[in-house]
Structure formats: C-alpha cells, structure tokens
Nanobody, 122 residues
C-alpha cells in the first residue's frame, strides 16, 4: 500500500509565495516520476509540473518562471515552490507519482494524493 500525503497549501495574496510538499510512503521499490496537478472549480485537472528521478523537469506554460519543482529521492518527497502567485493559480493541487511497488510485484502504478487547497486572493 502506497500513500501520498500533501502539505503546504493555504491562502496567499497575489504576488506571494507558497511551498507545497508531498511525501510518498509504503511499499515502494522506486519512484519514476513525481509531479503536481491542479484543478480549479469547473475546470479539468491539469499538469502543473513534473520531475523524473533523473531530475528532468516539465512545466505548464502558465507557471514557467514562477514555479519550481524539486525532489529529494532519499526522502521520497517532491516539492513545489510557487512564487509570484496569481489569482488564477487558485485550485486544489494534487500530488501524483508513478511508483514501482515493492513487496516482490515490481508493478508500475499511478498514485494520487488527497489534494491541498491553494487560494490566491487579496
């Protein structure tokens, strides 16, 4: 059983910063990919940023230059540093990971966190 637990959301003013964290725990052999998605009310869930175990990253155009994704492989943790926040960044942010399960199966599976609310408003 693998769990992703997010933290760090909240209310911030436009132009401010927030840092999200997501820790993966459980029966893990390896983590291929970790990332963040977000879903605003009435909109589809969209990719914000992702990072491979090699350190290679990918960002949505809307957050390039403002958000930075990083990970600590030893801690099975991914971070999202969000700077210069805008009201349109308001959404529920979900952690995502592609994990090869431990326990002998080595099955590759997708996992999601429960989501953390980010609200940008004055």
């Amino acid at each position: 059983q693998v769990q992703l637990v997010e933290s760090g959301g909240g209310l911030e003013q436009p132009g401010g910063s927030l840092r999200l964290s997501c820790v993966a725990s459980g029966s893990i052999f390896s983590i291929n990919l970790m990332g963040w998605y977000r879903q605003a009310p009435g909109k589809q869930r969209e990719l914000v940023a992702s990072i491979f175990s090699s350190g290679s990253t990918n960002y949505a155009d809307s957050v390039k230059g403002r958000f930075t994704i990083s990970r600590d492989n030893a801690k099975n943790t991914v971070y999202l540093q969000m700077n210069s926040l805008k009201p349109e960044d308001t959404a529920v942010y979900y952690c995502h990971a592609v994990i090869r399960d431990g326990g002998g199966t080595l099955r590759l599976s997708n996992y999601w966190g429960q989501g953390t609310q980010v609200t940008v408003s004055s």
